[in-house]
């Protein structure tokens, strides 16, 4: 059985010098941005999305937990923010499975998990970017019923 606990403090550091260095690779890849300030440009765009860090208004941070797995190890993290803006959502900033947990059917129990947590703020929409190089993730999302809602495409010339 899957939970989705609040991350500590204690998890919320290491968490977020790897989501900064997941990101800015992400990034990279995506041909979005270059090499050289990737790292700095998604710093500030943490910055900028959780100025106080756990504390950040309407940003929820939560360590997947498995009954299943060591416990004194969460298997992945997850993390959304409600955008108040018409109507209002939640969207997924981060969500990682672990990889020594991965394809043992943790992210789609933790996405079923997430939407007990957002019904529970008043919410009935969950939002969320994924990378076009990133396939897992994609095939997961829509296994979760997630739907294409935009598709931004480019070519190198």
Known sequence: MIQ????????YEPWLAQAIADYADDKVRAGTWEAGDAIERSRNDFQQLL?????????????VWSDDAPLDTPVGVL???V????????????????EP??????GGQALR???????????????????GHN???IALYEKAGYEVTDINMSKKV
């Open 4 to 11: 989705l606990l609040p991350m500590t403090p204690l998890e």
């Open 51 to 63: 100025p106080d860090g756990l504390a950040s208004p309407d940003n929820y941070l939560y360590c």
């Open 79 to 81: 993390w959304i923010a």
């Open 83 to 98: 955008l108040r803006r018409k109507p209002a959502q939640a969207f997924v900033y981060d969500f990682v499975i672990f």
């Open 101 to 106: 947990y991965r394809r043992r059917g943790y």
């Open 113 to 131: 998990a997430l939407e007990d947590k957002v019904r529970g703020l008043g919410l009935d929409t969950i939002g969320l970017h994924v990378f």
């Open 135 to 137: 396939h897992g993730a």
